[in-house]
Nanobody, 122 residues
Framework: QVQLVESGGGLVQAGESLRLSCAAS????????IGWYRQGPGKQRELVAT???????NYADSVKGRFTISRDNAKNTVYLQMNSLKPEDTAVYYC????????????????WGQGTQVTVSS
């Protein structure tokens, strides 16, 4: 059974940065892709960034150039560096353990963290 724990959220002003972490339990972490999702107030959950087990990355257009996803398999941790934050980035951010698909797609599993709140004030 894999458990995912997100951390690093908080309240920042527009233009500032945050780094989110997703720590995973279990020895099979390195075999999986990881996806960061977010769900803003009144919005559906959306995929923000993914990283495959081979370190290939993909980003939603809305965060491309501002967010960077990375992983440290020795620490069973994936990071989401978020720069130049905007009020529209306000959301609960979740990580998910999944599979990278050909063409840059991502297949989510049922393994989710509890989420971490990011609030960006204008």
């Amino acid at each position: 059974q894999v458990q995912l724990v997100e951390s690093g959220g908080g309240l920042v002003q527009a233009g500032e940065s945050l780094r989110l972490s997703c720590a995973a339990s279990g020895s099979t972490f390195s075999m999986y892709a990881i996806g960061w999702y977010r769900q803003g107030p009144g919005k559906q959950r959306e995929l923000v960034a993914t990283i495959s087990r081979r370190y290939n990355t993909n980003y939603a257009d809305s965060v491309k150039g501002r967010f960077t996803i990375s992983r440290d398999n020795a620490k069973n941790t994936v990071y989401l560096q978020m720069n130049s934050l905007k009020p529209e980035d306000t959301a609960v951010y979740y990580c998910n353990l999944g599979l990278a698909l050909s063409g840059g797609g991502y297949s989510a599993s049922d393994y989710w963290g509890q989420g971490t709140q990011v609030t960006v004030s204008s």
